[in-house]
């Protein structure tokens, strides 16, 4: 018994457009994937990072702040952008909050040049000691030159009070 010619023929082109859509499909949408999730740049690994708060989580208060770092052979990386900042830049540092009984986690970096923001309790604000802009305990601009909010970072909350950040880890025998 032969073979259709038609049959087989179709079957054929209908492969053949499907594995055409497919490679337009996974062409078009790659750019769009690395952007949501970028790779790590060479010398580096994606990784969990842990960072230990300046006083443990569990003693935070509402409407207080308090700064937590990054180990010396890893960064963190910014969720969100403006500014200076963009999605994907690194922090080395930063902080994690407590508004309105959320935990909200920021770079460290002022969104106008990159400074490095610090907390001021007893005004309940971040201020940066370059230029002058203000902060919101949620990151919202209060006062310019910043033109954006803070970068979040994402953090998990440990049981032992440390943090597990996205972010990175320097490759041994990476530069
Ligand atoms: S870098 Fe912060 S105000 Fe300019």
């Not at 079957?11 to 490679?23: E, K, P, V």
């Not at 305990?137 to 009070?161: N, R």
Request: aromatic share 10%; with cysteine.
């Amino acid at each position: 018994m032969g073979v259709d010619p038609n049959v087989s023929r179709r079957t054929f082109l209908t492969w053949y457009m499907a594995g055409l859509m497919t490679a337009t499909l996974v062409a078009g949408l790659a750019p769009i994937l690395v952007y949501v999730w970028p790779p790590a740049p060479p010398g580096q690994k994606n990784a969990k990072v842990k960072a230990t708060p300046d006083t443990p989580l569990s003693d935070l208060q509402e409407n207080d702040a308090v700064r937590f770092k990054s180990p010396d052979n890893a960064g963190f990386y910014m969720q969100d952008g403006g500014g200076d900042n963009s999605k994907g830049d690194i922090a080395y540092s930063g902080y994690a909050v407590k508004a309105g009984s959320q935990t909200l986690f920021f770079a460290v970096n002022c969104s106008h040049l990159g400074c490095s923001i610090n907390w001021v309790k007893d005004k309940t604000r971040f201020e940066c000691p370059c230029h002058g802009s203000r902060f919101s305990i949620q990151g919202q601009v209060i006062h310019g030159p910043a033109a954006f909010p803070l970068s979040h970072l994402k953090a998990e909350t440990q049981p032992d009070g440390t943090l597990l950040v996205d972010g990175f880890i320097q490759t041994p025998g990476a530069s």
